[in-house]
């Protein structure tokens, strides 16, 4: 894993990224990108041009444009700004069946600490305790070199370089074969920092639970802190696993 964070790359999980995730799953957008800045447009109208480059964005609104604080602004105030931006333009039954679907999603039953701790305690050998200091994540039994997973704030300790709002109610998983792909398409759900190598590697990700809801997405997280757990077990508790 890598070495300590340093604070010059503390920042929260908002980026390029996340902004271009959000915008594009929003209701009859369309994208187009010259010179690499992205613009996103409803019925030919921007409200959001993003520049991956230099991690900059710009929200249009109806009245006045504004630079997003990638980074420094928490993933839900960025989100807001962007859904508000494309609300002062999109077409009222738009507006009116997207808030109708995020009142749906709202209504899935929400991912806990408590329901993924369940799951990883059901993997064979997978305990909680210590995994460095007196800092607690889940290993195979105590052997502090199988950490594979942690909560963040509160019950655990901050996330590298990873700034609050977006560290609270957070679970790392350490070893994530998936990480480009997962970072690539599902931005708007996964996320890393600078601290858990580079994103276009094999490594670490990060998840605010909040964003997830529902049987389908609890499988997925399921799915990927087995495969962490697997990068870490004995071979006889894996074909005690697959048994």
């Keep these: ?8 790359d503390n920042r929260t999980g ?7 995730a959000i915008a594009a ?8 990108t010259r010179r690499g800045v992205t613009s996103f447009k409803v019925d030919d109208d921007v409200f959001l041009t993003v520049h991956p480059a230099n991690g900059e964005a710009t929200v249009h609104g109806a009245e006045e444009d504004a630079d997003l604080a990638l980074g420094r602004a928490g993933r839900d105030e960025v989100r807001e700004q962007i859904e508000a931006a494309w609300e002062d333009l999109a077409p009222k039954k738009r507006v009116t069946a997207h808030r109708a679907a995020r009142s749906r999603r709202a209504k899935q039953p929400a991912i806990t600490q408590n329901d993924m701790r369940g ?3 059901e993997l064979p050998g997978a305990t909680e305790g210590p995994i460095w200091g007196k800092d607690l994540g889940f290993l195979i039994g105590t052997e502090k070199r199988t950490r594979f997973a942690r909560f ?13 709002p977006d560290d609270v109610d957070t679970l790392v998983v350490f070893y994530c074969p998936q990480k480009p792909e997962l970072l690539a398409s599902c931005a708007d759900r996964y996320f890393t920092t600078p601290h858990y190598g580079s994103v276009d590697e094999p490594g670490g990700v990060i998840v605010r639970l909040s964003e997830h809801r529902g049987r389908a997405e609890l499988a997925e997280l399921a799915e990927l802190v087995e495969d962490a757990w697997r990068e870490v077990a004995t071979p006889d508790l894996i074909a005690q696993r697959d048994g």
Aim: hydrophobic share 40%; aromatic share 2%; charged share 15%.
């Design 14 to 20: 908002s980026n390029a990224a996340f902004a271009s």
């Design 119 to 121: 799951v990883i305690l």
């Design 25 to 32: 799953r929003l209701p009859e957008v369309t994208t187009a």
């Design 152 to 164: 963040g704030p509160p019950a655990g300790s901050r996330v590298g370089n990873l700034l609050p």
């Design 1 to 8: 894993m890598p070495g300590p964070p340093r604070k010059v």
